[in-house]
């Protein structure tokens, strides 16, 4: 049984190394789902922080004002 069975010690060995790589990422998925709704509710309750994260990301701008984007070479 522990050599020809189709649910070998091995296999099991495996099973369980498998399982705890997607316990270790489901771990880090609800980290980052709980990071991304802190970010919504910022962005959803202040309109400093949305006016941020609209000028950072979409560069936009008001109508008085010059924008200048500067990328670094590397």
């Keep these: 049984m522990l050599i020809f069975h189709d649910a070998?010690?091995?296999y099991v060995m495996?099973?369980?190394k498998?399982?705890?790589v997607m316990e270790?990422?489901?771990e880090q998925y609800i980290e980052?789902?709980?990071a991304a709704h802190e970010a919504l509710h910022d962005l959803t309750e202040n309109m400093r922080s949305l006016e941020k994260f609209?000028?950072?990301n979409?560069?936009?701008?008001k109508d008085n004002e010059d924008l200048f984007?500067?990328?670094d070479s590397e």
């Design 8 to 10: 070998d010690v091995f």
């Design 14 to 16: 495996k099973l369980r």
């Design 18 to 20: 498998e399982l705890r």
């Design 24 to 26: 270790s990422q489901c």
């Design 32 to 34: 980052r789902n709980a």
């Design 54 to 56: 609209a000028r950072e």
């Design 58 to 61: 979409y560069f936009m701008k």
């Design 69 to 71: 984007v500067i990328y």
